[in-house]
């Protein structure tokens, strides 16, 4: 479960944001500029709330109060972007174990093979990323990030950059990933009929 109640600032943008939900699959929605972004860099360590606490499953990952910060690296984050930032110089399994940690920590651990077939990535794994359709790129980028065995998955509106067709195509995935890992996920869309799929509760920012 995540908690967090921090004072963001970014620029001229400020914002307190708390979320306190006892869902799994949080949706956060909101207007364009309303800061949604900005709550998953927070989480990820990407970017320093003014103050205030986040903790993950009771794992405290920043709490100014107690002067704890932890670095992005050890924060156990698997996020997803709108588009899937593969690296195109590496093949789809090297885009999957790039950043892949052994997952001696508490909590589950995801390995290569059921990753990749909870996925359906199996056909794709020698493929080079540049050529993939914009799903297939999704779905590594979800893989890649179940494999740094996350404790929480953060997803970025991973599905804006596909047409309704490619979008109707990657949703059951992300249920399966929702169903089976059984990790905590803030999911931003500004799409209903998604929130309503994947999400258990939605927060707002207005
Ligand atoms: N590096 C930055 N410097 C200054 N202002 C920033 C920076 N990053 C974000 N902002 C501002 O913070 C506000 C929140 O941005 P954020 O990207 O979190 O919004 P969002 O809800 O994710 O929007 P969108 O739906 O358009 O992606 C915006 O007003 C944005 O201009």
Same mark, same amino acid.
């Given at each position: 479960?995540?908690?967090?109640?921090?004072?963001?600032? *970014?620029?001229?943008?400020?914002?307190?944001?708390?979320?306190?939900?006892?869902? *799994?699959?949080?949706?956060?929605?909101?207007?364009?500029?309303?800061?949604?972004?900005?709550?998953?860099?927070?989480?990820?360590?990407?970017?320093?709330?003014?103050?205030?606490?986040?903790?993950?499953?009771?794992?405290?990952?920043?709490d100014s109060a107690r002067g704890i910060?932890?670095?992005?690296?050890?924060?156990?984050?698997?996020?997803?972007?709108?588009?899937?930032?593969?690296?195109?110089?590496?093949?789809?399994?090297?885009?999957?174990?790039?950043?892949?940690?052994?997952?001696?920590?508490?909590?589950?651990?995801?390995?290569?093979?059921?990753?990749?077939?909870?996925?359906?990535?199996?056909?794709?794994? *020698?493929?080079?990323?540049?050529?993939?359709?914009?799903?297939?790129?999704?779905?590594?980028?979800?893989?890649?990030?179940?494999?740094?065995?996350?404790?929480?998955?953060?997803?970025?509106?991973?599905?804006?950059?596909?047409?309704?067709?490619?979008?109707?195509?990657?949703?059951?995935?992300?249920?399966?990933?929702?169903?089976?890992? *059984?990790?905590?996920?803030?999911?931003?869309?500004?799409?209903?009929?998604?929130?309503?799929?994947?999400?258990?509760?939605?927060?707002?920012?207005?």
């Amino acid at each position: 479960m995540l908690s967090l109640d921090v004072e963001l600032r *970014r620029g001229r943008f400020r914002r307190h944001v708390r979320i306190e939900d006892a869902a *799994r699959v949080v949706a956060l929605t909101g207007p364009s500029g309303a800061g949604k972004t900005t709550v998953l860099n927070a989480i990820a360590g990407l970017v320093k709330p003014r103050a205030g606490r986040i903790e993950v499953d009771g794992r405290v990952l920043f709490d100014s109060a107690r002067g704890i910060d932890l670095p992005a690296h050890r924060r156990r984050v698997g996020y997803v972007f709108q588009d899937a930032r593969l690296f195109p110089h590496l093949d789809v399994r090297a885009n999957l174990l790039y950043g892949r940690h052994a997952g001696r920590g508490e909590g589950p651990r995801f390995g290569l093979e059921p990753v990749v077939s909870l996925l359906g990535i199996e056909a794709l794994l *020698r493929r080079r990323t540049a050529n993939l359709s914009g799903g297939e790129a999704q779905r590594v980028a979800i893989g890649r990030a179940l494999l740094s065995q996350p404790a929480i998955l953060l997803f970025d509106e991973p599905l804006s950059a596909l047409d309704q067709a490619r979008r109707e195509e990657l949703i059951p995935y992300l249920q399966r990933v929702r169903d089976e890992v *059984r990790l905590p996920m803030l999911y931003v869309s500004h799409r209903a009929e998604e929130v309503q799929q994947l999400a258990e509760a939605t927060h707002r920012l207005d």
